[in-house]
């Protein structure tokens, strides 16, 4: 393993399954309080998961399914209000500890943490949503355990735009080949790809039937000792868990 290896992680669907009992859930319950009828089904939401930004997602919809939808309120104040109202729904929801972390994602950071690895996030999400699914899943100093935490607007395009991935790596001043990335989905795969990032990809109920040409390896999960990880696709050199050894061997 070269010298300070990092590993960058997305957030939504990749460190925990948040989207459809999270997300999904606390943008109904922001509908609701704001007297819309508005109700994101489970499957409808996964339709709506293919644009990234709750904020875009919404103004999406209205655009899509409310066409004849009209208020008083100017549209980009009326979406700002009803996201800042989600992600408040949000974050009472991972303060019930109703989302947990995936398989691997806790033993992976451990262990990364212990041979000294640096540790980012790159995601779509809004920064609170992050700190607060770190602070309930790990407690709240394992927000210092990442160097950066980009997230959400700190750039101009989102996933699968590559602007977020190309913002840690300038913020870290690290080379594309001294990185892997963890992701779930198409758009984040096609995101961390343009910059010539390595992606282990491990699915989930949203994203397994996606397009993941590209990735190293493609997971259902990443597995534990006890728990072995079924691969998609990619050599996992007989490994059963993703540890730092699969991740080494992974250097070209
Ligand atoms: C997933 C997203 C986010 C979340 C909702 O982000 O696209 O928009 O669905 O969070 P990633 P916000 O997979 O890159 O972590 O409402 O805060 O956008
Ligand atoms: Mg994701």
């Known amino acids: 393993m070269t010298e300070a290896f990092t ?19 606390a943008f109904n319950q922001a509908f609701a309080e704001a007297g819309l009828d508005w ?50 729904y949000y974050q009472k929801l991972l303060g019930t500890g109703a989302i947990p972390l995936r398989s691997g994602v806790k033993r992976l950071l451990t262990e990364a943490r212990t041979n000294k690895m640096r540790l980012a996030i790159a ?3 809004a920064l609170p949503n ?5 602070e309930h899943t790990l407690g709240k ?27 840690v790596l300038e ?19 096609q995101a961390a790809l343009q910059v010539g990032l390595k992606t282990i990809v491990t699915v989930n109920d949203y994203t397994v039937n996606q397009d993941f040409t590209g990735a190293t390896l493609v997971l259902n999960h990443l597995g534990e000792p006890e728990k072995p990880f079924t691969t998609l696709s990619g050599d996992t050199k007989g490994r059963t868990y993703c540890d730092l050894k699969l991740i080494n061997s992974l250097q070209d």
Not at 7 to 25: C, M, S, W
Not at 150 to 165: E, L, S, T
Not at 171 to 189: A, Q, R
């Open 39 to 88: 109700e994101w089904s489970v499957s409808l939401y996964g339709e709506l998961l293919h644009i990234a930004g709750g904020k875009e997602r919404i103004n999406f919809y209205i655009s899509q399914y409310q066409p004849k939808f009209s208020s008083s309120i100017p549209l980009p104040e009326l979406i700002s209000n009803l996201h800042a109202s989600k992600t408040n």
């Open 123 to 125: 995601t779509t999400s």
């Open 7 to 25: 590993l960058i992680f997305d957030v939504d669907g990749t460190l925990a399954n948040t989207e459809r009992d999270g997300h999904r859930v």
């Open 171 to 189: 913020k870290m001043n690290i080379h594309s080949n001294n990185c892997i990335v963890f992701e779930d989905s198409h758009h984040g795969l």
């Open 130 to 134: 992050v700190t607060a699914l770190l």
């Open 141 to 167: 100093e394992s927000i210092s355990w990442f160097e950066i935490i980009a997230a959400g607007d700190i750039v101009p395009a989102k996933k699968p735009a590559p602007d977020i991935y190309y913002y």
